[in-house]
């Protein structure tokens, strides 16, 4: 899930934005972005019990890397997928417990 966040995030710059939008009414993605979150957060829940996710982790270190991520820049399209990759992949690792 993290990778495709991340990939969908380097391809479309405006995911993002329109994932946290405050105003969520006036974004296509706001009609399943309450449900995306409720499968975000059962999907966390399922893989703490399994003992594959840490503890700790919340929703709101979702939406941070997902911030973090906004800060990727790149001079071609290529590059900018080869560092979001490599980002999902420091991030999965963070998360794993």
Do not use: Y
């Not at 495709?4 to 405006?14: D, F, Q, S, T, V």
């Not at 966390?44 to 973090?68: C, E, N, Q, S, W």
């Not at 990759?85 to 999965?92: C, D, K, N, Q, Y």
């Amino acid at each position: 899930m993290i990778e495709k966040i991340c990939e969908l995030h380097a391809r479309n710059r405006g995911f993002t934005d329109a994932f946290m939008s405050a105003h969520p009414k006036e974004v296509d993605l706001a009609a399943s972005r309450e449900q995306t979150l409720n499968a975000i957060a059962e999907l966390a829940r399922r893989a703490k019990k399994t003992g594959h996710l840490r503890a700790d982790f919340v929703l709101d270190d979702l939406i941070l890397m997902l911030m973090a991520h906004r800060g990727i820049r790149a001079a071609s399209a290529a590059a900018r997928l080869t560092a979001s990759r490599r980002f999902a992949a420091l991030m999965i690792q963070a998360f794993q417990a």
